[in-house]
Each structure stands twice: as structure tokens, then as C-alpha cells.
């Protein structure tokens, strides 16, 4: 069975420092990876994904992810937070869509 | 506006009971799902359909019905055997033409049914 894993329940960064929210991922074949963002009693919104090419993957409000093979991992990436990022953050993968448990990232001014 | 539709916003239900969860996308997508939210924890999948009139199980279904008669449509019913009810739902679609997999989903507003 496919699934990804968030070793992080809660990650805290200064506004303007660079975060990193980590995901490893287990599958047979190609991965095709995912990150989504929650903000409070809403549903989740989609920030980028990976299908194959470029390890390096950008997506939605400056945010970008790095696939390493290797190392199983797709950690989601921006280099200067803003307060406005701090939401619950979901790494996901298909064949059939399944989350990691969440991370909660807070920016604090 | 396209979009995908979950009603009502807010639920309460006496237990017992059984209720019904509606979700409705304007999408056009083949695939969609239900998924449940507990306080702190991630989203577990309870039912997915990737074409109408045809679902499958997810990883918590006991508990819990679908039906897919229309595209458009994926109703989530609670049922009385569902031991733990409250809860948030969200429902999501994926377009995954021809059978595609590496499509994004996009997720309603989502549901909170507490019981009383």
C-alpha cells in the first residue's frame, strides 16, 4: 500500500527565516506526491505536486517541495515564512489519494 | 463558479440516528471522496468513487454508505453503527480522465456533524 508519513506534528519558525516541513513517502512504482494546506474549520487547498521531471518543484504562494529518491522524501519548502503561513500543512499520495497525519506550522513575527 | 459543494455546513444528530451528508461538484470530475477529520489528527479516507455507480471501501468505512447515481454527486450517509460520529467531513474530486492518477483534488468546505 501507498503511503506518506510526517515525522513533525508541529514545526515553529521566526517570520522571514526559511521553513521546511518534512515528508517520506513509501510506494511501489512512481511516486506521484502531494502537498495541501488547512486553514481553521476549512478544507484543504492545493500548493504543489510532483509527477516526474524536475526534483525541484514549485507551486503556490512562493512555496516549493524537493523530491529526493534516495532518501524517500518530498519536504516542502519557503525560503522566508510569513505569519500568514501558519496553517495546518498535509503531504499526500496517489494511486488512491491518502494523507500523512498533518503538520502545524506556526510563523511567529 | 466551479467548484465542489458540501451541505450543511454544521450537523447535529441525536444518536441513533442515521444522516446523510450531501457533496455536489460542477467540475466534471470522474473521482470522488470522503474523508474524515478528527481534532489533531490527519484526514482518513472512508469511501471513494472513480465512476459512476461503482465505490469502493476506504481504510474506515464501517459505519458509513454511499451512493454515486450521478457524477455530480457523492452523498455520505452516517449510520446508526457508526460508533464515534462526530466528527469534520470533507469530500474532494479529481478529475483523473482515463483513468489518469496524478491529478490534484479539490476539497469542499467541509461538514462538522456532532452528535447530541
Known amino acids: 500500500a501507498q503511503s506518506v508519513a510526517q515525522p513533525e506534528d508541529q514545526v515553529n519558525v521566526a517570520e522571514g527565516n526559511p521553513l521546511t516541513v518534512k515528508c517520506t513517502y513509501s510506494?511501489?512504482?512512481?511516486?506521484?506526491l502531494f502537498w495541501y494546506v488547512q486553514y481553521p474549520n476549512r478544507g484543504l487547498q492545493f500548493l504543489l505536486k510532483?509527477?516526474?521531471?524536475?526534483?525541484l518543484v514549485k507551486g503556490s504562494y512562493g512555496f516549493e517541495a524537493e523530491f529526493n529518491k534516495s532518501q524517500t522524501s518530498f519536504h516542502l519548502k519557503k525560503p522566508s515564512a510569513l505569519v500568514s503561513d501558519s496553517a495546518l500543512y498535509f503531504c499526500?499520495?496517489?494511486?488512491?489519494?491518502?494523507f500523512g497525519a498533518g503538520t502545524r506550522l506556526t510563523v511567529k513575527p | 463558479d466551479g467548484g465542489i459543494t458540501q451541505s450543511p455546513k454544521y450537523l447535529f444528530r441525536k444518536e441513533g440516528q442515521n444522516v446523510t451528508l450531501s457533496c455536489e461538484q460542477n467540475?466534471?470530475?470522474?473521482?470522488m471522496y470522503w474523508y474524515r477529520q478528527d481534532p489533531g489528527q490527519g484526514l482518513r479516507l472512508i469511501y471513494y468513487?472513480?465512476?459512476?455507480?461503482?465505490?469502493q471501501k476506504g481504510d474506515i468505512a464501517e459505519g458509513y454508505s454511499v451512493s454515486r447515481e450521478k457524477k455530480e454527486s457523492f452523498p455520505l450517509t452516517v449510520t446508526s453503527a457508526q460508533k464515534n460520529p462526530t466528527a469534520f467531513y470533507l469530500c474532494?474530486?479529481?478529475?483523473?480522465?482515463?483513468?489518469?492518477?496524478?491529478?490534484?483534488?479539490?476539497f469542499g468546505q467541509g461538514t462538522r456533524l456532532t452528535v447530541v
Open positions: 510532483y509527477i516526474t521531471g524536475d526534483n
Open positions: 499526500a499520495v496517489r494511486d488512491i489519494l491518502r
Open positions: 474532494a474530486s479529481s478529475i483523473d480522465s482515463q483513468g489518469t492518477r496524478n491529478t490534484e483534488a479539490f
Open positions: 510506494v511501489s512504482g512512481n511516486p506521484y
Open positions: 468513487s472513480q465512476i459512476v455507480n461503482d465505490f
Open positions: 467540475l466534471n470530475h470522474d473521482a
